[in-house]
Nanobody, 126 residues
Framework: QVQLVESGGSSAQAGGSLKLSCALS????????LVWFRQTPGKEREGVAG???????YYAPSVKGRFTISRDNAKNTLTLQMNSLKPNDTAMYYC????????????????????WGQGTQVTVSS
């Protein structure tokens, strides 16, 4: 049974940084496309950043240049380094995984992912 557990969510000032982690258990992380989504109340989940097993990376235009996604296969962990935070980065952040040797197209579609974490809250104040 694959499980995803996010951590690292917190409050930060605009311009600050946070690092989110997602621990995958039950299977080797290198067999999965891994993606961070975020959601605010009343809105659909938005794909933030993705990382494929071959090292390919994907970013939403709103975070490109500020966020960095990476994985540590030895630790079975996905991370999201978030710099230059803005108030509109405030959201619940979710880790998602698809058992695939490559990320799907489009990588931002929720229904493409089989496994989800419970989420971790990020709040950015101005």
């Amino acid at each position: 049974q694959v499980q995803l557990v996010e951590s690292g969510g917190s409050s930060a000032q605009a311009g600050g940084s946070l690092k989110l982690s997602c621990a995958l258990s039950g299977s080797p992380i290198n067999e999965y496309c891994l993606v961070w989504f975020r959601q605010t109340p009343g809105k659909e989940r938005e794909g933030v950043a993705g990382n494929g097993p071959a090292g390919d990376e994907y970013y939403a235009p709103s975070v490109k240049g500020r966020f960095t996604i990476s994985r540590d296969n030895a630790k079975n962990t996905l991370t999201l380094q978030m710099n230059s935070l803005k108030p509109n980065d405030t959201a619940m952040y979710y880790c998602a995984a698809r058992d695939s040797w490559s990320c799907p197209y489009p990588w931002t579609m929720e229904s493409n992912y089989d496994h989800w974490g419970q989420g971790t809250q990020v709040t950015v104040s101005s």
